[in-house]
């Protein structure tokens, strides 16, 4: 009878340590809903990005006063062309075109949008997005892209402004 005490101590000891009981299988879980699906881009950020995309297609051609063509461009002209190619009217002179837009803050810039300095006559560059823009910006030199931060665009900065779509 003793060794038949041990034995039932023994075992009760090993199933002690086996662990707890299994836990019960939970109910079949909820479906993780899918992530919403992003929203459709607007038509103007469509545009503004086509405005871009042109628009950096024109660097390295040359700058010319009054040139609203491939063949050379002033600031404006730059504007003026690569809208007007997209169906887009827009005024000649960057003074117009700056009267022209709805004004918005410079951390609110989409790809497509006017980006205005005094340099120190107007002047008008296509923002291109990652504070970069395309501009055409002097006699003797080509459509450029420069910077937003650059020291010399931060003294000139005179706003921004975004085209209304048709």
């Known amino acids: 009878m003793r060794a038949a005490g041990l034995v039932l ?3 009760t000891l090993i199933a002690a340590c086996a662990g707890p009981p299994p836990r019960p299988v939970p109910a079949e879980r ?3 809903p899918a992530p919403a699906p ?3 881009p607007t038509e103007g950020a469509v545009l503004g990005a086509r405005v871009a995309s042109l628009a950096r297609g024109f660097i390295g051609r040359p700058y010319r006063y009054g040139g609203d063509t491939p063949a ?3 600031c404006s ?5 690569v809208y007007r190619s997209l169906g887009v009217a ?3 002179t960057a003074a117009e075109q700056r009267a022209s837009v709805s004004r918005i803050p410079a951390d609110a810039l989409l790809p497509g949008d006017l980006v205005f300095f005094y340099t120190p006559e107007d ?3 296509i923002y291109l997005g990652g504070s970069e823009f395309v501009h055409a910006p002097a006699s003797g030199r080509l459509v ?3 910077r937003l931060d650059s020291p010399f665009f931060i003294l000139g900065f005179a706003g921004a402004g975004r085209i209304a779509t048709p």
């Open 9 to 11: 101590i023994g075992l």
């Open 38 to 40: 992003a929203p459709a």
């Open 77 to 81: 002209g730059l504007v003026y062309y």
């Open 30 to 32: 909820e479906a993780v």
């Open 123 to 125: 002047h008008v560059g």
């Open 72 to 74: 050379g461009f002033d």
């Open 90 to 92: 827009v005024p000649r």
């Open 144 to 146: 450029e892209r420069a």
